[in-house]
């Protein structure tokens, strides 16, 4: 098996890794509380807490259709990867219940999982009178699991397509589109269970599990700067170009030792996209030297500055 292949089978098993914290996240700490940070394992909770459908099963039925409506308006943005990832997470969800778990044996005694809360019988991790650590657990959890997919080049899928096809429809940033999309989400939560609280902690939620999504994967800069010293800069510029459509700048450098006059390629790209990056460095030049450094701001063509303009 070469190289390329060896690095896609790692990418594979690294984002069921990720799936598996998700899925923990999810049906241990956050769907017996009714607690979600939007996203479609949200709009799941609905279904599991009204109708009894299982969450996982959920998922599937509702990111079938967003793949679809994906693939029709974005084209082929979101991959096997992205599929693959909707899926593996969507059947851990299930698996790992604690239901699940205790039918397949692995759970031996459920009693000390089982509470009952408004007269409805609930399994989790941790009872009632800790629902704010199993909050804030799930949470975590959910956002290192994410994280980690996204390291490997997955996606869960979701309301990446919404927040997307948002961007391209009315020109708002793919952040904007997200908090749209969440925020619908969690409102709808609160609404039909009748909650204020659960509005409160899906908006706390999500925020920790987008910080912690941004550790997991490639640091809490959402940029990245990065120099990469090699004699085939010219096929690692067009690769680049060809598929992360980033502009590169060329430095004139001289090699301390050979006295050789080298080039020095410099781009900035956002976090997701450095994976990429570097995979197209190994595959061009695995002797080449690069350097990744946090970008806290960029101003100019593809990037949208995240200082205040207090004066407008």
């Keep these: 098996m070469n190289r390329k292949a060896l690095r896609v089978l790692n990418q594979y098993i690294g984002i069921v890794f990720g799936a ?77 219940s604690i239901k699940s778990l205790n039918s397949f044996g692995i759970i031996k005694d459920i009693a000390p999982y089982t509470f009952n809360v408004d007269g409805s019988t609930i399994y989790a991790m941790l009872g009632p009178e800790d629902i704010y650590l199993s909050a804030l657990a799930g949470s975590v959890l959910l956002g290192f699991g994410l994280g980690i997919v996204f390291r490997f080049r997955g996606s869960t899928a979701g309301t990446d397509i919404p927040a997307a096809i948002i961007k391209q429809k009315t020109g708002l940033s793919l952040g904007t589109g997200f908090w749209i999309v969440e925020t619908l989400i969690i409102f709808s939560i609160g609404l039909i269970f009748s909650d204020l609280k659960l509005i409160i902690w899906g908006y706390v939620n999500l925020f920790i599990s987008s910080k912690i999504t941004d550790i997991s994967s490639e640091g809490l800069p959402n940029l990245k700067g990065i120099y990469i010293i090699s004699d085939f800069t010219v096929d690692i510029r067009a690769e680049i170009y060809n598929q992360i459509d980033r502009g590169v700048t060329f430095f004139k450098g001289e090699g301390s030792y050979s ?19 570097r995979d197209i460095v190994k595959d061009i030049d695995p002797n080449a030297f690069m350097i990744i450094t946090d970008v806290s701001d960029v101003m100019g063509y593809g990037f949208r500055s995240r200082n205040l303009n207090l004066a407008s």
């Design 20 to 96: 598996f914290f998700l899925a923990i996240a999810y049906s241990w700490f956050l769907v017996p509380y009714k607690i979600a940070p939007g996203g479609i394992g949200g709009l799941a909770q609905i279904f599991y807490h009204i109708f009894g459908l299982p969450v996982g099963l959920s998922m599937i039925i509702m990111n079938i259709p967003l793949f679809v409506v994906g693939f029709l308006v974005l084209g082929k943005t979101f991959g096997i990867r992205s599929f693959y990832g909707m899926m593996v997470s969507s059947v851990l969800v299930d698996l790992v």
């Design 259 to 277: 006295g050789k006059e080298i080039n020095i390629i410099f781009t900035v790209v956002h976090r997701r996209q450095v994976a990429i990056v």
